[in-house]
């Protein structure tokens, strides 16, 4: 998380003052293999969130595992399916930075959280290219 303008702690000098750390919730673990055809259905599961088995905040860390993945030197990912896999966790990251201030993230209920559907469309286009 980015802390800005954090005031320096006056009982601990050399420290800045805690001004707002917030954790997400657990969600459920994507049990998928860690596959192109697997982000290309969650990605689409995630368009149709009345029908979606995963929430976005699932999809997100699924993502970044993902992402980590492609630095298993056996089976290494393709590039494109890789920088989809990490910007989609970014987004995710940038999404609640920028839309909720941090008294809310504090108490947010992260499994409820929607990213727009066309971050979804964008990144399937990416993939699909």
Known sequence: M???NI???????GRNQPA???TETNCQVIELPLTKESLVQVLRSALDV???P????EIAWWADNFHMAQFD???PLDETVADVALD???QWQMYLDNTYTREELQNLDFSKVRLPAEYFSNWLEQLEA
């Open 20 to 22: 707002g750390f917030w």
């Open 88 to 90: 989609l966790h970014l």
């Open 2 to 4: 980015v802390q800005d």
């Open 73 to 75: 030197f056996e089976n």
């Open 50 to 52: 009345a029908k979606s």
């Open 7 to 13: 005031p320096p702690d006056p009982e601990q000098p």
């Open 54 to 57: 995963y929430t976005h905040q």
